[in-house]
T-cell receptor, first 114, second 117 residues
Framework: NAGVTQTPKFQVLKTGQSMTLQCAQDMNHNSMYWYRQDPGMGLRLIYYSASEGTTDKGEVPNGYNVSRLNKREFSLRLESAAPSQTSVYFC?????????????FGPGTRLTVL | AQSVAQPEDQVNVAEGNPLTVKCTYSVSGNPYLFWYVQYPNRGLQFLLKYITGDNLVKGSYGFEAEFNKSQTSFHLKKPSALVSDSALYFCAVRDGGGSSNTGKLIFGQGTTLQVKP
């Protein structure tokens, strides 16, 4: 069981470039989430997918898009990267019992936008 | 709206001494509360959660947390700190409490725990 995996681990982009962050989980979880972590601000939810086929905006969705490709995979796309999107990005998933289940996190992607 | 506050940016404690990392919350409905730990350059790891039942919750690595409804607090504790406990700790609350059907979490800003030998 790999849990939640993310690729790439590190990425440097120039302003205006695009990229897709990949996330996959092998725990048969229904719900998946994308967060960004910035110093002193905790984790902020970008987008989430409560179940396969659905996606919804979180607290900070501007500049991002997501795709729930199937039950396992949930990708995050930056269409035109900006320096303000320099951050560490975490993917997480949770199981059937949404009210009580724990979220499990991937190792993160460190993104720098120059 | 749901919120979580961690009033201390950093907590310093000597190895062997008890530690407390504070968390207060504001929710409508029943609070579902979580503690996570993050070691340098790693993802978040689940420590423990309070859903219902006993106010003292035991978790991984010898940590425990005390739920106090009247003070709306959920402080993380350990009787004897280890140098290896040094990390960033996050408190979180389920968005929407017991009525949530999305599983979203709201995180505090994090508290750095420094345990000195």
């Amino acid at each position: 069981n790999a849990g939640v995996t993310q690729t790439p681990k590190f990425q440097v982009l120039k302003t205006g470039q695009s990229m897709t962050l990949q996330c996959a989980q092998d725990m048969n979880h229904n719900s998946m989430y994308w967060y960004r972590q910035d110093p002193g601000m905790g984790l902020r939810l970008i987008y989430y997918s409560a179940s396969e086929g659905t996606t919804d905006k979180g607290e900070v969705p501007n500049g991002y898009n997501v795709s729930r490709l199937n039950k396992r995979e949930f990708s995050l796309r930056l269409e035109s990267a900006a320096p303000s999107q320099t951050s560490v990005y975490f993917c997480a998933s949770t199981g059937q019992g949404l009210r009580t289940d724990t979220q499990y996190f991937g190792p993160g992607t460190r993104l720098t936008v120059l | 709206a749901q919120s979580v506050a961690q009033p201390e940016d950093q907590v310093n404690v000597a190895e062997g001494n008890p530690l407390t990392v504070k968390c207060t919350y504001s929710v409508s409905g029943n609070p579902y509360l979580f503690w996570y730990v993050q070691y340098p350059n790693r993802g978040l790891q689940f420590l423990l959660k309070y859903i219902t039942g006993d106010n003292l919750v035991k978790g991984s690595y010898g940590f425990e947390a005390e739920f106090n409804k009247s003070q709306t607090s959920f402080h993380l504790k350990k009787p004897s700190a280890l140098v290896s406990d040094s990390a960033l700790y996050f408190c979180a609350v389920r968005d929407g409490g017991g009525s949530s059907n999305t599983g979203k979490l709201i995180f505090g800003q994090g508290t750095t725990l420094q345990v000195k030998p």
